[in-house]
């Protein structure tokens, strides 16, 4: 038994050697030793991950697995521009022609909030609902799982679930309702995440409600949707899966990860990277070298938009167990503090900055910090992305990989910076007030961070041309 748990560790280490040789995540040397995992660090990591079928034309299928289900009553979720397009026609036709009893709730909104998430909850509990259907971006998905979680738990407070230190991050003990989730979007992978991000708007910063019982049953990621996005839709939600992939990849190895759970139950949805998230990541980051800027500027290209919703499948299933960190972190009150930002191809009912926008914002800032602790994984990530590497040194990692979202930014005709978001220096402080409290993703990050240091990587990411 003994040398049996010994090869097996010793397999995992290798694992570990093979996947990642920069300091951080386990090169050789003095900074490894340094770096070795503390006594309260985690040893282990979860993969959860909901079921998916791909296919151009799978969206008919939906009908025969909700009858399959043994569903009775279901609560179909999508936006009011959504409603009137091919994604949510085709759906209803799938659940007319199989008999399938639905309710239809198509006021979720765009970039939601815990009010409009509360609204979603009230409607859900006014029904018996044995299922959920969410068609749509993160958006509607997230608002999907947020409903079904409080369904399922009506004496819950809307806090209890929410991230802590905003919420109380209480664990969920019950079962949740099936949800079948077909995106729209190529981008936030939420078909396959347990997280459901809004605003708050008391703290004007987003935050979230993250666990891995949030995961949809089954995710139908059906190719032809991808040919109804706007392109501003395009390049916005591409720019989250580029930073999914990025953050993931550059997030705080599992094993050093602390404290470690006194209970599996407590362990978190994001754990850091891992052997099986470095994968998906690799696998995103080759495949938007590739098709991003092909995706963006031709809708009719089916071969680029098909490829980019399968990059968003994978980078969705690596951040499902590895997170996210500074990215998104700091996006969440830049998005949460919007004024009158109404960018192109959204629904201008209120003021939004999207949420890819917001995460690409200070990601060349973001890296340029973060890439001292592990810089052969930031040379790594430029590399994959298109840069020449060749030599190249540790110092010079940030910079190259800075450079090439810079030129990435430039070429999908981004905002130039967060001035062009409506943001000036006198803004610093209250951005880096909603950061803070983000420490489910912060923490994450390879190298810890002061307000300082935050305040410098806004500061750095008012103009960035």
Not at 52 to 79: F, H, S, W
Not at 226 to 241: K, N
Not at 388 to 412: F, S
Request: charged content about 20%.
């Amino acid at each position: 038994m003994a040398s049996g748990r010994g090869r097996v560790l010793s397999m995992l280490q290798a694992m570990d050697r093979m996947s990642c040789r920069c300091p951080a995540h386990g090169s050789g040397g003095a900074v490894r030793r340094a770096a070795a995992p503390a006594p309260s660090a985690d040893y282990a990591f979860e993969m959860a991950c909901s079921n998916i079928r791909y296919g151009p034309g799978v969206t008919q299928e939906v009908g025969m697995d909700l009858n399959n289900m043994g569903a009775k009553k279901v609560c179909v979720m999508t936006d009011a521009n959504l409603v009137q397009l091919s994604p949510v026609k085709a759906t209803l036709e799938s659940l007319h022609k199989h008999g399938v009893n639905y309710e239809l709730y198509d006021s979720v909104r765009v970039e939601p909030t815990n009010e409009s998430f509360e609204d979603a909850i009230r409607f859900a509990r006014s029904h018996p609902f044995d299922a959920f259907l969410a068609v749509g971006g993160g958006s509607v998905m997230d608002t999907a799982k947020a409903a079904n979680l409080y369904l399922c738990n009506p004496e819950a407070d809307f806090l209890d679930y929410v991230n802590p230190p905003i919420g109380k991050g209480k664990p969920i003990l019950g079962k949740l309702k099936p949800l079948i989730a077909i995106p729209t979007t190529s981008g936030t992978g939420s078909e396959t995440t347990g997280g459901a991000i809004f605003d708050h708007k008391p703290m004007k910063a987003k935050t979230g409600i993250v666990y891995r019982e949030l995961r949809p049953t089954l995710g139908l990621v059906d190719p032809l949707h991808a040919l109804t996005m706007p392109e501003r839709v395009t390049c916005y939600s591409g720019f989250d899966v580029l930073c999914h992939a990025l953050e993931s990849y550059t997030a705080v190895p599992y094993n050093q990860r602390s404290p470690r759970p006194d209970n599996p139950i407590h362990r978190p949805a994001f754990q850091g990277s891992n052997p099986i998230s470095d994968t998906w990541a690799e696998a995103t980051l080759r495949v938007l070298a590739k098709y991003f800027e092909r995706s963006v500027y031709d809708a009719g290209d089916v071969e680029a938009r098909s490829h980019m919703l399968m990059a968003s499948l994978f980078a969705g299933m690596g951040i499902g167990s590895a997170g996210v960190h500074l990215c998104h972190g700091m996006s969440y009150p830049i998005a949460g503090m919007v004024r009158s930002h109404q960018p192109a191809d959204y629904p201008h009912h209120h003021a939004i900055i999207p949420h890819g926008l917001s995460v690409v914002m200070t990601s060349p800032a973001v890296f340029r910090f973060t890439a001292p602790l592990c810089p052969e994984r930031h040379l790594r990530a430029a590399e994959l992305l298109g840069a020449d590497v060749t030599g190249r040194t540790a110092a010079q990692a940030g910079p190259l990989l800075a450079e090439r979202l810079l030129q990435l930014m430039q070429t999908m005709k981004v905002e130039n910076g967060l001035a062009a978001l409506g943001y000036t220096s006198e803004d610093i402080p209250a951005l880096v007030r909603g950061t803070v409290p983000q420490h489910r993703v912060t923490k994450l990050a390879p190298r810890p961070q002061t307000e300082e240091d935050l305040a410098k990587m806004f500061e750095d990411s008012l103009t960035v041309y």
